[in-house]
């Protein structure tokens, strides 16, 4: 992004799943396919410290991560790249008695997505 575009305010625009969200920045800021955005909410209620008075500013609520997948010349989709923990299956080839001569079969599927954690629109998102 160059340095007047740099300062433009992205935030969420559409919605389309739990997992895909729309920016509202594309090829023309620079952005491309892969590059990785933080998405958060800021609280509109200034926060201050109970023993000083002094301000804390805004609470930010991160609403997740995720990666470019689709990249237009003003807009961006990006979806979640957070996954979960991989899970191990196991299972045993064969059946019956000889089942437990034949050993365990050990597969790792492919992780699902974690979706976003409530997005909205309007929320904010920056480049990481």
């Known amino acids: 992004m160059s340095e007047s575009n740099s300062k433009r305010e992205i935030v969420v625009v559409k919605i389309q799943s739990s997992t895909k969200i729309v920016i509202n920045i594309g090829s023309e800021y620079g952005v491309k396919v892969g590059d990785k955005f933080l998405v958060y909410y800021v609280d509109p209620q200034e926060l201050t410290d109970p023993i000083t008075g002094e301000s804390l500013g805004q609470l930010e609520t991160v609403r997740g991560t995720g990666i470019a997948v689709h990249v237009q010349p003003k807009m961006t989709t990006i979806e979640s790249n957070r996954k979960e923990k991989p899970k191990k299956v196991v299972s045993r ?23 976003f954690d409530s997005p909205e629109i309007g929320d904010i998102v920056k480049k990481i």
Not at 93 to 115: D, K, N, Q, T
């Open 93 to 115: 080839s064969g059946s019956g008695a000889l089942a437990s001569l034949m050993g365990e079969v050990v597969e790792y599927p492919e992780p699902a997505i974690i979706p």
